[in-house]
């Protein structure tokens, strides 16, 4: 008798079956990433993983003998051999993005993880965490980033700075230095009205002992927008890059647990209680169990798959259906945006190209202005010692012929030192100005006739103004210097005739320009159809004492005056030119509210003489000896210091009345106008005649409409008859 089969034995097989192919899948699979690991292997790489960095003390910088130091640089390299990957340090200054974007770096051991970042490289998971704060002075009266607008803030030239001082200051004018040391430097003396400095003690460790904050009175603020995650950045260019990134943090997560880091943070910063880098800590252990439970899960998936296997097929189909439409979906979307991604940065660099341009060529004219403002002050002295000096000689000299040509040849050599010392100091926006509010169009109105005559009959000037023009506020002299240095480049640039054309417009410029902020502006331009320039002329253009023209047909001062008054006058200049297509300057002053200013017609000067007692305050001896005799000689008593704490010594002596106080500006110790501030509530009746040179920060532009001066160099019949207006005229206050 034969037995019924029961089902019994396919089940068995079917699940022999199903374990057995579940086996055979896991096998595969680990084979598979075995053999990819080892193939991506970073300690496998045929070259060594180039690593940028840049000066970012204390943490990374270029050491004095040219090799990469701090600590940064050095727990990245006891990483990396650990881990067995061969490494190549690069000097890298332009900073993490666009080395690591373009490819020429594939490796950075600091990068700030943020987001518009992961759109174009890799970061590793964090392993440092800093905080930023703001300083500044207790007596600034700045406390929170809000006061900062229109001042001046300085941070740490390196973009993640750069980005934070941008985010929490939007108002303020922003100043990169090289370090957190020179910020805070700079806030302690003075320069600067508030700081960015990183707040951890590896930082504060490097500023101890700052000699320029031993007695300053500092105020911290926390930034609310100043906490930033710094992971290890990788390039997309070179394969396998990102397997380094994140194997040389796993590395350092070891470091932290044998106590290597700590070891590193000693010997950078002489303090083992510093703990100023917060580590996240990311072990192979933990490598290990992800693995693990992907193992587990996958195991999972394949027994689900095998028990319901007809089910399977059929769903994988519609979903696989479904997952290519959807796929194809998101790789279109994808590729859009990367594409507009791609746009955004190449425009991103253009403008920031254009800015660190325009940067350069500021700081550039800056330091020159600088340096020649310094050597016209010196200069206005003795110019004015010559000067004095000649006119008393000529009333000396009676009418002798011969001597007589000898000091008409000084008075004209000092004339023309003291134009050209003017043309300095407006390069170097120190002169003293006289600003008014007037018209563009007044002022070319008035020019008309002599800009004509300036120019040769070949050359056609047409002018055209704007009947709505808008009033700026600026030193007339100045404006019509201006007007004629730019006729005049304009001129000489159309040897062969031409056309000149002068126009005035109301603007808004609606982006920021340099320092200057976005706003309404007047706007005057000069146009030629001359020769024009190339760039590297345009480079150069109004730098002093440049110039095109031959030998002895030009000083080089003409531009570069332009330019230092359109900066005095809180505005700017904007040079268009190419060569063969003419020449077009475009000078842009804010404009103001309120009515233009009227010339007033004075009298007859009344006679240069008096009897009053006067203080004279000079540290110069030269300009002090001859202001103490012109003044003698014209009937006055005079009382004479050498600097201001003389003067009030001697103000605190003498019992009887001092009508009148000579004062230089810019003196050792003390200068004119504190002295005259102390001397106010003890002798209210005195005034003051101040006596300079230049513009310099003890009296600030916006404080001269109220205060009597007397431009150096002056002539003894000038210095007399201002004397007896100041005199005569209602005490100012």
């Excluded at 002093?544 to 006058?569: C, D, H, S, W």
């Amino acid at each position: 008798m034969k037995l019924a089969s029961t089902p019994s034995g396919g089940i068995s097989r079917n699940w022999r079956l199903g374990w057995g192919v579940a086996g055979l899948v896991i096998i595969v699979g680990a084979a598979a990433w075995w053999i990819n690991e080892r193939r991506h292997d970073p300690a496998r790489a045929s070259k060594p993983f180039r690593v940028g960095y840049q000066q970012a003390p204390p943490y990374q910088y270029l050491a004095a003998d040219g090799s990469p130091a701090g600590p940064a640089i050095e727990i990245f390299t006891e990483a990396a051999r650990r881990r067995h990957i061969p490494i190549e340090w690069v000097h890298a200054p332009e900073g993490p993005e666009p080395n690591l974007i373009s490819g020429r770096v594939d490796l950075w051991p600091l990068i700030g993880d943020l987001p518009e970042r992961r759109k174009f490289l890799y970061i590793s998971d964090p392993w440092i965490n800093l905080s930023f704060w703001m300083i500044s002075l207790e007596s600034s009266g700045i406390s929170t980033p809000k006061d900062t607008a229109g001042r001046s803030v300085w941070h740490v030239n390196v973009s993640i700075f750069g980005r934070l001082a941008r985010a929490n200051f939007p108002g303020a004018r922003l100043t990169p230095q090289p370090s957190n040391l020179s910020v805070l430097e700079a806030v302690c003396s003075g320069k600067a009205d508030a700081g960015v400095i990183s707040g951890s003690k590896a930082d504060v460790a490097d500023l101890r002992g700052v000699q320029a904050c031993q007695n300053a009175q500092l105020k911290f603020y926390f930034l609310p927008k100043g906490n930033i995650f710094f992971g290890i950045g990788a390039t997309h260019k070179r394969p396998g890059a990102d397997r380094a990134a994140d194997a040389i943090r796993a590395e350092i997560g070891e470091m932290a647990y044998d106590g290597t880091l700590s070891g590193i943070y000693y010997r950078s910063f002489m303090d083992p209680s510093n703990e100023s880098l917060i580590v996240f800590y990311l072990t192979e252990a933990r490598q290990r169990n992800f693995y693990m439970g992907v193992g587990i899960c996958l195991l999972a998936v394949v027994l689900a798959l095998l028990g319901w296997q007809t089910l399977r097929v059929r769903t994988a189909r519609r979903i696989a259906d479904a997952a290519n439409i959807a796929l194809e979906e998101q790789v279109a979307v994808r590729t859009a945006e990367l594409t507009e991604a791609n746009k955004h940065l190449r425009q991103e660099m253009v403008e920031r190209k254009r800015a660190e341009e325009t940067l350069r060529r500021a700081q550039k004219m800056e330091a020159v202005g600088r340096l020649a403002g310094g050597i016209a002050h010196d200069f206005n002295n003795l110019l004015t010692i010559i000067t004095g000096c000649n006119h008393l000689l000529r009333e000396e000299i009676g009418n002798d012929p011969a001597l007589l040509e000898k000091v008409d040849a000084i008075s004209k050599a000092g004339d023309r030192a003291s134009s050209l010392i003017r043309q300095l100091l407006a390069f170097g926006r120190r002169q003293v100005t006289l600003p008014k509010v007037l018209s563009l169009n007044d002022v070319l109105s008035d020019m008309s006739e002599m800009l004509h005559r300036l120019l040769r009959e070949d050359i056609a000037l047409t002018i055209s103004t704007d009947s709505a023009l808008g009033l700026v506020q600026a030193d007339p002299a100045q404006i019509e210097q201006v007007l004629m240095n730019l006729v005049i480049n304009s001129r000489d640039a159309m040897p062969n005739g031409g056309k000149l054309f002068l126009e005035t417009a109301n603007v808004t410029l609606e982006e920021e320009f340099g320092k200057h902020k976005p706003g309404p502006y007047v706007r005057l331009t000069v146009s030629d159809t001359g020769t024009g320039m190339d760039a590297e002329t345009q480079a150069h253009v109004f730098e002093p004492f440049f110039t095109t023209k031959g030998q002895g047909k030009g000083t080089g001062l003409g531009l570069a005056t332009v330019y230092g008054i359109a900066e005095q006058a809180g505005g700017h200049i904007i040079l268009e030119s190419a060569v063969g297509q003419g020449t077009t300057f475009h000078l842009f002053l804010p404009r103001v509210a309120g009515a233009a200013s009227t010339e007033m017609r004075t009298t007859d000067p009344s006679p240069a003489r008096g009897w009053e007692t006067i203080l004279v305050v000079e540290d110069q001896e030269g300009v002090r000896t001859l202001v103490c005799e012109v003044l003698r000689k014209s009937g006055y008593t005079v009382l004479l210091a050498r600097d201001g704490r003389e003067a009030l010594e001697l103000s605190e002596k003498s019992r009887g009345r001092i009508d009148l106080i000579v004062t230089d500006v810019v003196m050792p110790q003390m200068g004119g106008h504190e002295l005259a501030k102390l001397l106010a509530s003890s002798r209210p009746e005195t005034k003051v005649l101040y006596m300079s040179g230049y513009v310099d920060k003890e009296i600030r532009p916006k404080e001269m409409s109220g205060l009597a001066f007397i431009h150096k160099p002056f002539t003894p019949d000038a210095l007399a008859q201002k004397v007896r207006e100041v005199l005569d005229a209602a005490a100012l206050i």
